[in-house]
C-alpha cells in the first residue's frame, strides 16, 4: 500500500480525464502543504519553539505515512506543469522521467517509514529523523521543482 505514491506517478498519463488543470495544480499543493504542516511540527519541536511531545510527534509522523498511501496519480495529470499552468511548480520533466520520480518518492516514503519508527521514542531520535526525512524532500524539489 506505501507503494502507491510511487505506482501511481507512473500510470499517471493514462489520467488524462482529471479536471480543469488549475484545480489539478491547487489539489497536488494541498497534498504538498499537508506534507509540510506535518514535518513542521517536527521542525517546532527540533527548533524549541514548542516543547517535545511524544503524541503530536507520533501523530505527525502517522499522518505523513498515511499520506504516502494516499494514490497522487490524478494529481500529476499532463497539462499541470510548470510550463501548462501559471503558479505550478512541478517542472515538465516529472512528465519526461517517471523513474527519477520514483525513486525520488521511494526514498521519501522509506524515510517517513523511518520516522513513525522513532517520532514518539524522543527528541533526539525525532530530530535525527527529521533530518533524513527533511532531505527526501529536498531531493525531490532539487531536480522536480521550480524555485
Ligand atoms: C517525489 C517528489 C516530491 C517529494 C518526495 C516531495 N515533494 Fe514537495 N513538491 C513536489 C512538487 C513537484 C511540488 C510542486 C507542486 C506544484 O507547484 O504544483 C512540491 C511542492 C511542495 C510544497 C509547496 C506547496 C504549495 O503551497 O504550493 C511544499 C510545502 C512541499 N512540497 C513540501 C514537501 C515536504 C515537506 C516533503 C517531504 C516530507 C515533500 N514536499 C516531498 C515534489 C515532491
Known amino acids: ?11 499517471a498519463p493514462a489520467l488524462a480525464f ?9 489539489a497536488r499543493q494541498g497534498f ?18 514548542r516543547d517535545y511531545d511524544a503524541a503530536a510527534a507520533q501523530t505527525a509522523a502517522d499522518n505523513i505515512v498515511t499520506l504516502t498511501t494516499y494514490n497522487v496519480g490524478h494529481l500529476y ?14 517542472l515538465p520533466k516529472i512528465w519526461e522521467d517517471f ?13 517517513a517509514m523511518d520516522m513513525q519508527a522513532v517520532a514518539g521514542q524522543g527528541k533526539a531520535e525525532m ?5 533524513k526525512l527533511g532531505g527526501t ?4 524539489h532539487d531536480t ?3 524555485d
Not at 500500500?1 to 500510470?11: K, N
Not at 504538498?32 to 519553539?49: D, H, R, S
Not at 523513474?99 to 524515510?111: N, T
Open 18 to 26: 482529471a479536471g480543469p488543470a488549475e484545480k489539478t495544480v491547487e
Open 32 to 49: 504538498y502543504k499537508l506534507l509540510g504542516a506535518n514535518v513542521g511540527v517536527f521542525a517546532a519541536m527540533a527548533k524549541g519553539e
Open 1 to 11: 500500500m506505501r507503494h502507491v505514491l510511487i505506482a501511481a506517478l507512473i500510470a
Open 99 to 111: 523513474p527519477g520520480v520514483q525513486a525520488k518518492g521511494a526514498d521519501f516514503v522509506k524515510a
Open 77 to 90: 495529470a499532463p497539462g499541470t506543469s510548470s510550463a501548462d499552468v501559471e503558479g505550478s511548480r512541478a
Open 137 to 140: 524532500c529536498k531531493g525531490c
Open 127 to 131: 530530530a535525527g529523523a527529521l533530518g
Open 144 to 146: 522536480y521543482r521550480a
